[in-house]
């Protein structure tokens, strides 16, 4: 089936993408055209999901340095510099983001003998690249996942790791509709995923637009299902990979996979090559988001708690990677011991040029 929307697009001078925010309400398309209304997208969540701001840092890149006047390559090199910076401040968890940098600036080192212009034209080139490249290694993923989810399983998924967390496709959904389209028939659980309800209002509108039976609960129900025998999977995305497989993915991950563990639920974690960070040796290391409180306290601008209530609003967590039975990647479904899994992983990569 084709992919029912666009989650982020290079247009002629613009950068066109899913406003997230709005969904499920309304499907509006945002046109971009300025480096702090990227940058603003990408902290108020219009564009979210690891790959996808990996996608939007990189077109940023390439959009924020369209408007600078003339041909000095040093002073160029500069602008390039600080709206990097822009990005880079933007948000923290998500390792693609900073991976889309580093590639994006291999591109600007590899062309120093070009012309201001011209050196324009490849970074917009790039963008356009990664985005195209997202689509293909979800694909390969949703492949390479897709025969650990039996006929008749019921699969939870917390956050939203679809076709809107990337350019297409999904990760840990990506693995669903790959099993679906086989022919399976599956069900999926959709955590609510609190504070800001991916799964509740991305997931589920994803999942229902494919045709995917989703049925979607409070976070706090997940135990209560596996006790009873009604969940045989958990799939989920990944913001950050540690070398040694501890995964950050949004806050509340790490509790389904405690609860999984208990239960004997084999819990999975899909995520392309880009998201594991090979300098980090463990999950201690990643630097985790915390957001303004107010996205707790209040619900679509709508205050659910007492004014002046304290509140925590953690974005992130991580389950270490003794809770995961296995990462699935483009190059396959990687196990522990992880470090070495992943080196396997990125030679076969390279080898093969996926
Ligand atoms: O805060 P978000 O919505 O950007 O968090 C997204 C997630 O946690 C996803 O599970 C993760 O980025 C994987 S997306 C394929």
Redesign the pocket.
Known sequence: MKDPFRTIQWKDNYIRLLDQTLLPAQEVYLEIRTLEDLCDAIRR?AV??????GIAAAMGVALGVQDFPGDDRKAFGKRFDAVCAAIAAT?PT?VNLFWALKRMKRVLAGSASLGVEEVKSRLIEEAILMEREDRLLCHRIGEAGRDLIEEGDTVLT?????GL??AGF???LGVIRAAFEQGKKIKVYADETRP?N?GARLTSWELMKLGVPVTIIPDNTAGALMQRGEIQRVI????RIASNGDTA??IG?HTVAVLARHHGVPFYVA?PLS?VDMELCDGSEIPIEERDPSEVTHIAGVPIAPEGAAARNI??DVTPYHLINGIITECGVATAPYREAFRKCFLMKEKEKI
Do not use: E, Y
Request: proline fraction near 3%.
């Open positions: 969540l979210r999901g690891a790959p996808a701001i948000r998500a917390h956050c939203n790791a679809g967390a990337t999904g990760t840990a800001l991916q989920v995305g990944a913001d993915n949004k991950t995520a998201t974005a992130f």
